[in-house]
């Protein structure tokens, strides 16, 4: 699977949110259906904590920041994201790459 593309296909054509706090409210709600955070996000213990409680996947992006933005087609880094609606993408295959 072509992460960036699953990614891109999910921000433009499912329901994505951007950001930790967002992420953590979608965990919490039950709302979110993966996570994905960047290699170098400061907060992933917390996030992956949060995430297992829900039995909400977590995908650990192999990139940075500054590369997982771009990767989702946007102009800014992006340190962590949840998907609540994949769209017509296939990113949540990623769940069995997740576990």
Known sequence: MDVNRALRSAVTTGKVLLG????MRSIAD???KLVVVSS???ETEALKDAASKKNVPVYEFPGRRTELGPACGKPFPVGVLCVLDPGA????GLKKEAA
């Open 89 to 92: 993408s296939d990113v949540l």
């Open 40 to 42: 170098n996000h400061p």
């Open 20 to 23: 930790g706090d967002q992420t």
């Open 30 to 32: 039950g709302s979110a």
